[in-house]
């Protein structure tokens, strides 16, 4: 009864996160979203106290209940743990905590968020490592059947169906989740949820509120023939039949015990704080086990290469962009713009940790991961590319989806008049001079009218001239210049975004 | 040092890999539509017994004395591998060919600027196998390619070698459009001495050129020459009357000249084979199992001087439904004729931009797909799916509005839109329907941001 309910709160918030990514409709948007600021990590960065608050009082009385039904990376897990049950039942078993391993890496990630270095935290945090997932693997697959119907009503002439592009995020980032898909799917099929109690810097927090929540599972001594079938089926690795004993820090609360004992030896309720001599009755004294070395070598492994393996990519592209000189290459030097509302570069780097939920959101396709645009640390997090699109004066939903704050709400008013960048104009690559002929693309274009053309050329033609104060650098002047390789015209961030008047 | 490829066009190669993935699959789900399609399956024993179905109806050439069938194969408009490039599938086009042939469509009209130099080869290939005597085939010198009399031998030889053949039945002069041009290439530089010579030897049968310009233009060509053994005009009956064509006063000129007419454009780019709704149902009214096509090409061959009309077949029911049209061909009657007059008034209330795809504007520079955008907005046009702004915000606005955003969007590349035309006019002359393209890219550029604004 209870894993039942478990199964249905799951999916329903599962869905719900998951449509939030992939959505293309636009359906999903303001309080459809709130279920992506209740994830622990963004509600610590952002400092939402409220849920922060809901999150730790719920795990201190009933457990670990996040684990199981609303992070979204554990229901992920459990998805694929399913699977892997159906292949080979009875799995898993008893593993000795690997406290070391947890708090080395809590301590990292939080040394991490603390001095800004948001690479880790991106890497760690279980809601932004699905986040990724959804908007690099499922978003595309959704694009895809949308671009087949609308195949489909091209033809009949309804056009009920706009075509989109598949991928919009780059190939790194989609590698950068195949990864990721990779390493969890693998952890998961083997051992259950052992991300989540080795990697995981949110479910070591709240194995820390959860060594005795007030109500939790406990086994009947008198009942329990020891049988091992609730050790074999915990996904959490945490129950030890031998000793009659459950490590309630790593329960996730899958309540999988409960409905396989074939006694009804274990059960859910509450049970005093301070009664540790009854609970301890019955039990068998605890033995030294040995380490599981190979594990452990796996999971560092795993960890490496998930931060060197884009690290060599990232190098590659950044050789590719440097060669090939054509022209002005003042594009090159250009710093990168980060999203209105995100107030700083440095708010945003330190708070952002890479869920891509604002990329997924962006209809202009203008949100992309960088690369190295923000240097390493900096990785997979977004930032204006004007490639495919620019940023439109009267959009602002970037800033309404941020779970983690990097981006802080602004309403339309605002969002028109905040200036995130300044237009810069390279000369020397503009058609103008290079074709001999007239353009003024930037100019007609440019949705606040910050640029003229007035300035005369050698041949006679009229150049743009960027008024600075009017600018708010959306990009649209960089997105309709004809130029290809270099722009003649592009933005160029602010460090500190301002409002202008 | 050779230069690397930029970072993003190999992301772009991937977005393309995936765009062809889903384009075969569309593409493939397209096909089994259309061979289901109605239009396709009736005819299809025509297709099969074509060898021995009837001939199209001939008509006399009376300078050279040849019998020219009335139905002429136009080669710029062959089927292609993909939309907007010009690869030809040459198998599809080959069985066309083929069949045209057998019913006796042996006039073939290709040039050096269609399907960007491929289509020259392409019919080369195709018309080996048949007896050069047993078929015509016409070609054009570029006017707007020659700088000297090198350029124009060194093209002129090349297309016979291109297309396998020791002399052209029909040449012309392409797309003449201005004195100024014509004295300058083929008076200065002397080019028209050369094609003379030409003549003379043998590798022309028949002299003429193609026209697109002004009717002052045209006369001092008729008056001031009297070497033309034919002259090709734009003539359909949209073009009648129409003050910038004003192709029904060339063709009496001709009539008065003797000079026999060779026709293109007969549908206007295809144009009048789709015409709208509303206009659809006058002709339908009167008889609906002809298509809109045969009336426009019926309204043409009815006048007795025109010898040729040219049609650039693009599939199969293109070629079969022409064929239908020409065999036993019988001219508009009165009746007939006023229905297409009807048919004309109400279309021409809506206005469309009178581009035929004739595809001379491109490539543009600035990688707009200046044909495909037209032919967005025509179409919507003709479907009375163009928004207009001033107009209540409706459910109907809201469906014309969706209807017409996702065909531009799914039509054109959003590297091709209209946004991307930075009005450098290098077009504008190219056009020999004379459309202001960078206006129409503005205004199609503003319509459509201003649409979406409104999201």
Redesign the interface.
Known sequence: MLKKFRILFSLIFFTIITLSFIDITGFFRGELLLLTKLQLIPALISMNFLFIALIAVTTLIFGRIYCSSICPMGILQDFIAAVSKKKKKNRYFFSKQKLVLRYVVLIFFIIALWSGFALIPAILDPYSLYGRISSNIFLPVVR?FN??L??????N???????T???TN??LSLIVSVITLGIIGVLAWIGGRTFCNTLCPAGTILSLLSTKPAFRLSIDTATCNSCGLCEKNCKASCINSKHRDIEHDRCVMCFNCVSICRKQAITYGYSPLFNTKKENEGKVPETETGHDNGRRMFIATAVASSITIPKLLAQD?ID??S??F?GDNSFKKRKPVTPAGSLSFNNFTDNCTSCHLCVSKCKSNVLKPAVFEYGLEGFMQPTLVF??GFCDI?CNTCSTVCPNGAIKKLDHATKKITKIGTAVYAEANC?VNT?D?????CAR?CPVGAIEMKAQSTNGKLLPVIDNSKCIGCGSCEY?C?T??YKAIFVSGESNHSILL | MTLKKNPSDTLIDRRHAIKIMVGGMASSMLYMSSCKSESFSNKKSIVNSSSTAGQVTTRLDYKSGKMLPLLGFGCMRFPVIQRGKPDIDEEYAMQMIDVAYNSGVNYFDTAWPYHEGLSETFVGKALKKYPRESYFLADKMPTWAVNNIEDAKNIFSQQLEKCQVDYFDYYLLHALNSQSSFEKVYEQIGTLEFLQQMKKEGKIKNLGFSFHGSVEFFEFLLEKYDIWDFVQIQLNYFDWDDARQQSGKLYRMLEEKNIPVIVMEPLRGGMLARLNPTTEKVFKENDPDVSLASWAFRYVATFPNVVCVLSGMSTMEHVVDNINTFTDFKPLDRNELLVVNKALSVFKEVKPEPCTACRYCMPCPYGVDIPGVIDVYNKNLGTFNVPNLNSPRDEEFKRKKRVFLNSYTNHIDHKAKAHRCINCSKCVDLCPQDIDIPKFMRKMDNLVASLKKEA
């Open positions: 895809l671009n087949m609308a195949y489909i009503t091209d033809s002439e309804t056009y009920y169906f706009a075509k592009q598949v991928f780059g190939i592209k590719r962009l060669s090939g054509l490639e495919d009267d058609v074709d002929v007239n353009c003024g693309n274009h309709h004809p290809s390789v």
